[in-house]
């Protein structure tokens, strides 16, 4: 008997292999596939040379910046009293630069009254910025009217605790 289960281990570790071995080959066409088409595209080959760039065509237009005034808020909340230094820039169409020049005090009480409502304890999440910077964005947009603000870039955020 022992010759016998040997035999049929020995048939075990062979259709292991035969398993294995075009698995194995599946995986090494797939990573060889899967590089050259990286070549490809980050080469050029396949796109164009500035097709592969994000942003391309967003740099191409005419743009300028409206600063925002630096603001210094006070946050109320439960876990105590924090600071929280603010400044941004605005994004606008360089044709409607004039006009959101003018509109600088209405985009600056925008932002305060915003920062104001945000609870102090949603400022620490790791997303933050990122939420605060849309829903800034947001309220610029609808505030400009159509067209004008493309983007806000959030330059300054301190949050301090106070004793």
Do not use: C, W
Not at 32 to 60: E, K, Q, R, T
Not at 142 to 160: M, N, P, Q, S, Y
């Amino acid at each position: 008997m022992s010759q016998l289960e040997n035999t049929d281990a020995k048939t075990d570790v062979q259709k292991k292999k035969h398993r294995i071995l075009p698995l194995l080959a599946y995986v090494i066409v797939a990573l060889g596939l899967g590089g050259g088409s990286f070549y490809a595209v980050y080469s050029g080959l396949i796109m164009g040379a500035d097709d592969h760039v994000p942003g391309a065509a967003a740099l191409d237009m005419d743009f300028a910046y409206v600063p925002l005034e630096n603001m210094t808020l006070s946050l109320v909340s439960p876990s105590g009293t924090r600071l929280l230094r603010f400044s941004g820039q605005i994004e606008v169409a360089s044709n409607s630069e004039q006009e959101m020049q003018r509109m600088q005090p209405r985009f600056t009480d925008i932002v305060n009254t915003y920062l104001h409502a945000v609870d102090p304890a949603d400022l620490e999440a790791p997303a933050a910025l990122i939420r605060l910077r849309s829903q800034i964005l947001r309220r610029l947009q609808t505030v400009a009217g159509e067209g004008h603000v493309r983007d806000f870039l959030i330059t300054e955020f301190i949050l301090k605790q106070l004793n």
